[in-house]
């Protein structure tokens, strides 16, 4: 009996497995589109648990939350007291107590590539998209993902994954609009009888100034699709307007309205951005192969004629962040003339509220009370450094005060990626 070697064996099956076709879904085809390049979208959605985000008891564990608040409830002398502790956010080192810095937008960015002809048998190979901030800075950078393949800078990790979930639901307070939920997912199949690698790479560097996602793919895979990366953005410091926010004190437990040497305001001091429309330059680089045997008999990539075409869009702008999205709501009290003032006995600020229905109640209660003296200070009017205190209360009204500076025009994008805003 003649007998093979192992070796000669394993070489032989492996010979058999590449001879038979994987992709039969066309023996030909006809009517095919010639080449048009790649199309690229950029665009953002809110992110959930930004960084950005002042915590709260929402986001405890249903034991640590039970805990917390029966240590609150051991400290607080009223149920509106314990209810406005539950609502509050956490101070962390650092934050004074101001609930969150407001001047970063937790975001997770969308990427997009997609095909502007379909071609069957053509194969983008890699890409590379090239972002370039307008007027901030990117930070924070968690988490990159794609329908194949995650990116994990928090937990130190990069998984080739059969399917992907990164919610994007409303972040931070001031974030306007509803949020979305991306699902991305795959699944590992091999047909035919050659052994296919069917895995895609994804490689994200983030700096402050700019974001290059790189991709390559795998045999029979095509890299049109999404790629999604969950950061912040760091508007400008020297934009920042502060602001004094209220947190009146005017009802008891009961609501009845409280004696003006009991009401309070609450003070505190916030800082935002005045909110306008964010811009990214961006552009892809990619690879693409062609099929290029007229005949177009075989979409077997083992038995192809092809061309590699490597090529750049041009750097172009891309909305990624409408203004009224982050645009943090505030409102104010308005008098005959001017807003309301408060004095703490430190310093005199316009008087704003960061709930519209604690400035209703508290107008309520003023117009009730019909004094300007509470227990933590005084309400005045007029101009700073000339107001005095309010004496006529008929006619105030709530108001929201405009946080958006406006529809901003696209910015040109320069061959650096450089955005050039119009003179205004």
Partial sequence: MRTFAPIAVAAMMLAGCGGGPTLD??????????????????????????????LTIKALPDRLGAAYVVALAA??????????????????PGDGGGGGDLTKIGRVLLLSVQRAAFRPGDRLLATTISIRPAG?????????????????????????????????????????????????????SATGTRNIINTTELSVHVAPDGIEAYRSGAEGQDLTGNTLI?????????????????????????????????????????????????????????????????????????RQSVALRSDALPWSPYLIVPAQDIETPLWLIMGRASPLLFDDGLTTEMLTFDDYDNARMFLAWLGRARTATLADGVLMTGAPGAARALTRFEGLSVRR???????SAAPTCGADGRAVFPAS
């Fill in 25 to 54: 879904r066309w023996s030909k085809a006809s009517g095919v589109p010639g080449f048009r390049p790649p199309v690229l979208y950029v665009g953002s959605a809110p992110a959930a648990a930004a960084a950005s985000d002042p």
């Fill in 75 to 92: 400290r607080e002398k009223s149920s509106k007291d314990l209810r406005a502790a539950m609502a509050a956010a956490f101070n962390t």
């Fill in 136 to 188: 901030f800075r990117f930070t924070d950078y968690t988490l990159a993902t794609t329908d194949r393949a995650t990116v994990n800078i928090g937990a130190v990790s990069i998984t080739d994954q059969r399917g992907a979930n990164l919610s994007a639901a409303p972040g931070p307070a001031s974030a306007i609009g509803a949020g979305v939920t991306a699902g991305l997912t795959a699944s590992r």
């Fill in 230 to 302: 969950k950061l912040a953005l760091q508007l400008p410091a020297d934009q920042t307007v502060e602001y004094t926010v209220a947190a009146p004190h005017v009802t008891d437990d009961d609501g009845r309205p409280l004696p003006a040497a009991k009401a309070s305001l609450g003070t505190r001091r916030i800082g935002v951005n005045p909110a306008a429309d964010l811009y990214v330059c961006a552009r892809l680089s990619y690879q693409d192969r062609t099929i290029v045997d007229d005949s177009r008999a075989h979409y077997d990539e083992g």
């Fill in 401 to 407: 005060i405009a946080q958006t500076r406006g529809v």
